[in-house]
Protein backbone atom coordinates (compact mmCIF):
# COMPACT_ATOMS: atom_id res chain seq x y z
CA UNK A 1 0.00 0.00 0.00
CA UNK A 2 1.55 3.30 -1.33
CA UNK A 3 1.73 6.16 1.86
CA UNK A 4 2.36 9.44 2.34
CA UNK A 5 2.89 10.90 5.85
CA UNK A 6 3.97 14.65 6.71
CA UNK A 7 4.72 15.43 10.13
CA UNK A 8 6.72 18.88 11.14
CA UNK A 9 3.62 21.53 10.75
CA UNK A 10 3.22 23.77 13.61
CA UNK A 11 2.70 27.77 14.95
CA UNK A 12 5.84 29.64 14.78
CA UNK A 13 6.79 33.40 14.93
CA UNK A 14 7.60 35.17 11.85
CA UNK A 15 11.36 34.67 10.78
CA UNK A 16 11.38 31.56 12.39
CA UNK A 17 11.67 28.07 11.06
CA UNK A 18 10.19 24.60 10.07
CA UNK A 19 11.37 21.51 8.70
CA UNK A 20 8.35 19.53 7.38
CA UNK A 21 9.43 15.75 6.31
CA UNK A 22 7.27 13.81 3.88
CA UNK A 23 7.52 9.62 4.73
CA UNK A 24 6.92 7.64 1.87
CA UNK A 25 6.22 3.89 2.32
CA UNK A 26 4.92 1.13 -0.08
CA UNK A 27 6.89 2.08 -3.13
CA UNK A 28 10.94 2.66 -3.62
CA UNK A 29 11.69 6.29 -4.77
CA UNK A 30 13.31 5.59 -7.82
CA UNK A 31 13.03 7.76 -10.48
CA UNK A 32 9.90 10.23 -9.21
CA UNK A 33 8.83 13.77 -8.95
CA UNK A 34 8.01 14.36 -5.11
CA UNK A 35 6.69 17.86 -4.58
CA UNK A 36 5.32 20.17 -1.53
CA UNK A 37 1.85 21.82 -2.05
CA UNK A 38 0.29 24.26 0.09
CA UNK A 39 -3.46 25.41 0.37
CA UNK A 40 -4.80 28.43 2.45
CA UNK A 41 -8.04 28.89 3.12
CA UNK A 42 -9.26 31.35 -0.07
CA UNK A 43 -6.71 30.55 -2.18
CA UNK A 44 -5.78 28.31 -4.82
CA UNK A 45 -3.58 24.94 -4.21
CA UNK A 46 0.21 26.57 -4.79
CA UNK A 47 2.98 23.94 -5.78
CA UNK A 48 6.01 25.10 -3.20
CA UNK A 49 8.91 22.58 -4.43
CA UNK A 50 9.58 19.96 -5.98
CA UNK A 51 12.69 17.34 -6.10
CA UNK A 52 13.45 14.55 -8.96
CA UNK A 53 14.38 11.49 -6.70
CA UNK A 54 16.85 9.98 -9.40
CA UNK A 55 19.28 13.35 -9.37
CA UNK A 56 18.47 15.58 -7.03
CA UNK A 57 17.21 18.39 -9.34
CA UNK A 58 14.83 20.48 -7.44
CA UNK A 59 12.67 23.34 -8.61
CA UNK A 60 11.19 26.39 -6.22
CA UNK A 61 8.16 28.62 -6.43
CA UNK A 62 8.91 32.49 -6.69
CA UNK A 63 7.17 33.03 -3.65
CA UNK A 64 9.80 30.62 -1.29
CA UNK A 65 13.17 30.56 -3.39
CA UNK A 66 16.12 31.37 -1.12
CA UNK A 67 13.78 30.49 2.17
CA UNK A 68 12.75 27.13 1.56
CA UNK A 69 14.75 24.03 0.92
CA UNK A 70 13.54 20.66 -0.34
CA UNK A 71 16.02 18.31 0.15
CA UNK A 72 15.61 13.54 0.26
CA UNK A 73 16.92 10.89 2.15
CA UNK A 74 16.85 7.61 0.60
CA UNK A 75 17.58 5.80 3.20
CA UNK A 76 14.64 6.78 4.89
CA UNK A 77 12.63 7.40 1.61
CA UNK A 78 11.63 10.36 3.17
CA UNK A 79 11.37 14.20 1.91
CA UNK A 80 12.53 17.44 3.72
CA UNK A 81 10.99 20.74 3.17
CA UNK A 82 12.88 23.10 5.43
CA UNK A 83 11.29 26.14 6.11
CA UNK A 84 13.03 29.53 6.93
CA UNK A 85 12.35 33.20 7.83
CA UNK A 86 8.62 32.47 7.60
CA UNK A 87 5.94 35.04 6.60
CA UNK A 88 2.23 34.70 7.66
CA UNK A 89 1.66 34.30 4.31
CA UNK A 90 3.41 30.87 4.27
CA UNK A 91 0.43 29.89 6.82
CA UNK A 92 -1.45 27.08 5.20
CA UNK A 93 -2.13 22.99 5.00
CA UNK A 94 1.18 21.69 3.04
CA UNK A 95 1.00 18.39 1.65
CA UNK A 96 3.42 15.43 -0.43
CA UNK A 97 2.62 14.34 -3.48
CA UNK A 98 4.17 11.48 -5.98
CA UNK A 99 4.56 11.51 -9.16
CA UNK A 100 5.70 8.24 -10.34
CA UNK A 101 7.16 10.04 -13.72
CA UNK A 102 10.87 11.64 -12.24
CA UNK A 103 11.24 13.74 -15.72
CA UNK A 104 7.55 15.51 -14.65
CA UNK A 105 9.02 17.29 -11.60
CA UNK A 106 9.06 20.83 -13.41
CA UNK A 107 5.39 20.15 -14.62
CA UNK A 108 4.55 18.86 -11.10
CA UNK A 109 5.22 22.23 -9.19
CA UNK A 110 3.64 24.30 -11.94
CA UNK A 111 0.55 22.83 -11.88
CA UNK A 112 0.73 20.92 -15.28
CA UNK A 113 0.99 17.17 -13.84
CA UNK A 114 -0.91 16.15 -11.10
CA UNK A 115 0.71 14.00 -8.19
CA UNK A 116 -0.19 10.06 -8.67
CA UNK A 117 -0.53 10.24 -4.65
CA UNK A 118 -1.21 12.35 -2.01
CA UNK A 119 -0.56 12.51 1.60
CA UNK A 120 -2.70 13.96 3.96
CA UNK A 121 -1.14 17.32 4.90
CA UNK A 122 -0.02 19.34 7.85
CA UNK A 123 -0.78 22.68 8.76
CA UNK A 124 1.94 25.58 8.85
CA UNK A 125 0.62 28.72 11.17
CA UNK A 126 2.92 31.63 10.99
CA UNK A 127 2.14 34.25 13.52
CA UNK A 128 2.46 38.02 13.04
Known amino acids: EVQLVESGGGLVQAGGSLRLSCLAS????????VGWFRHAPGKEREGVSC????????YYADSVKGRFTISQDNAKNTIYLQMNSLKPEDTAVYYC?????????????????????WGLGTQVTVSS
Open 51 to 58: IRTSDGST
Open 26 to 33: GFPFADFA
Open 97 to 117: GVRVVGSQAGQLLRGWALPDY
